[in-house]
């Protein structure tokens, strides 16, 4: 796990960004997982920017959303097929018909979430995948105790996931209580992945899940298994870490290596 602190959110932005857009040129058909929540917002601001000025295209690439409500239909003001529409695919050249985001109003759960599985392995796999992290350490919503072999699948939110995002909704009520997400065993198959964590109100959560046991009460504490896992924080997210001075080092030298420099 490569942990990268950072002096501010806007630096995790455009340092996500950098990593997004490599990917992307790298591979013009890439499969790419993303998030929803306020802490990708900078980061999608900064592939607009990339896409505005003629440095990327992303008419080839594939997309596959981690989660949606259920109830909410993809116009739904506060769907996150709305969210992702209003905040990035409407202002780049996208092809929405490669941007999946499961489907809040499926008739059959278990047959739909089954076939958003098989779509991702029909795409080839995800080459990178796009996580937030929540204050109970939780990715997607894989809510504390999830199975850290989980598939796509219905999940209930506990009432600390329906507080945090009451600010997107007129009233807390109206928070849905289910919803459908990639799960843990889904999100691990990702060939490389990207946490961001800004915000004091993280620390205690990046903490338990970078330093911490692996747990399905941390369920982003199952990333300590995966070969290929980044994370970018900012000050505050980073302050609780125990051994914070042992990822700069490590980081320095990463620099060094991947530039050329000679390691003492």
Not at 127 to 133: E, M, R, S, V, Y
Not at 135 to 151: Q, V
Not at 201 to 216: D, L, M, Q, S
């Amino acid at each position: 796990m490569r942990v990268i602190v950072l002096p501010t959110a806007d630096d995790v932005s455009r340092r996500a960004a950098e990593v997004i857009l490599g990917c992307v040129q790298k591979k013009s058909k890439a499969v790419l997982g993303l998030a929803t929540g306020s802490t990708p917002l900078g980061t999608y601001r900064e592939l607009i920017i990339a896409y505005c000025a003629g440095k990327i295209s992303f008419r080839e690439v594939t997309t596959f959303n981690l989660d949606e409500y259920v109830g909410l239909g993809p116009d739904h003001p506060q769907s996150y097929r709305s969210f992702m529409r209003e905040h990035l695919f409407s202002k780049a050249d996208f092809d929405e018909t490669k941007c999946h985001v499961p489907d809040g109003l499926a008739s059959d759960y278990e047959d739909y979430c089954e076939s958003y599985e098989q779509e991702i392995r029909d795409s080839g796999g995800i080459d990178l995948q796009l996580l937030g992290i929540g204050t109970d350490g939780h990715i997607a919503f894989n809510e504390p105790g999830s199975s850290l072999a989980s598939r796509v699948r219905l999940k209930a939110l506990t009432k600390e996931t329906r507080a945090d995002n009451s600010r997107f909704f007129a009233t807390g009520d109206e928070v849905p209580h289910l919803a459908v997400t990639m799960g843990v065993g889904t999100i691990l198959e990702a060939r490389r992945i990207l946490l961001l964590a800004t915000g004091a109100n993280k620390a205690n959560a990046v903490r338990a899940f970078i330093e911490g046991p692996v747990t399905a009460q941390v369920t982003a504490s199952s990333l300590q298994l995966h070969p290929h896992v980044t994370v970018l924080l900012d000050e505050p997210a980073a302050e609780w870490l125990q051994r914070r001075d042992y990822y700069n080092e490590i980081e320095q030298i990463q620099l060094r290596v991947e530039q050329r420099q000679p390691v003492a």
